[in-house]
């Protein structure tokens, strides 16, 4: 008898969470969730599409400070770098938002030395995971 009892209060548990949830605030927060999300893919497709990866002068870079923006991508994590980029023979500070695979986590830490090919400007980067 315990058991029907216990579902009579979930059931009235659900109707009274049912009455109070705002389904407007939610279409809101996704809306602004994939408005978000459009605009990381889009700025991570332009320096993906760059010509740093293909024409970039080999280098180094380390890891400055590492932060989870929360987004994922692929069910990898979007994570905002700050580089101190070796450009020309000077340190030059770089800021950016990177797709990191699950597997290239560990790598993504504060202090670690990343392979980078860079092109005509130190944001123009890209960063050699696999043989970092």
Do not use: C, Y
């Not at 579902?7 to 996704?30: F, R, T, Y």
């Not at 991570?44 to 760059?50: D, I, K, N, T």
């Not at 905002?80 to 980029?85: A, D, N, T």
Request: aromatic fraction near 4%; avoid cysteine.
């Amino acid at each position: 008898m315990g058991f029907f009892k216990d579902i009579g209060k979930l059931n009235k548990i659900g109707k009274e969470a049912s009455a109070n949830w705002d389904v407007g605030a939610q279409m809101a927060h996704a809306q602004a969730s994939m408005a978000q999300a459009s605009a990381a893919m889009a700025m991570a497709g332009q320096r993906v599409g760059g010509m740093a990866a293909a024409t970039g002068t080999p280098s180094t870079a380390t890891i400055t400070a590492v932060t989870n923006t929360g987004m994922l991508m692929n069910h990898s994590p979007m994570l905002q770098l700050e580089l101190l980029v070796m450009f020309r023979g000077v340190p030059v500070p770089v800021s950016l938002s990177e797709v990191v695979q699950l597997h290239h986590l560990a790598k993504a830490q504060r202090g670690a030395s990343l392979t980078v090919k860079v092109g005509d400007t130190p944001q123009d980067l890209w960063i050699d995971w696999e043989n970092s």
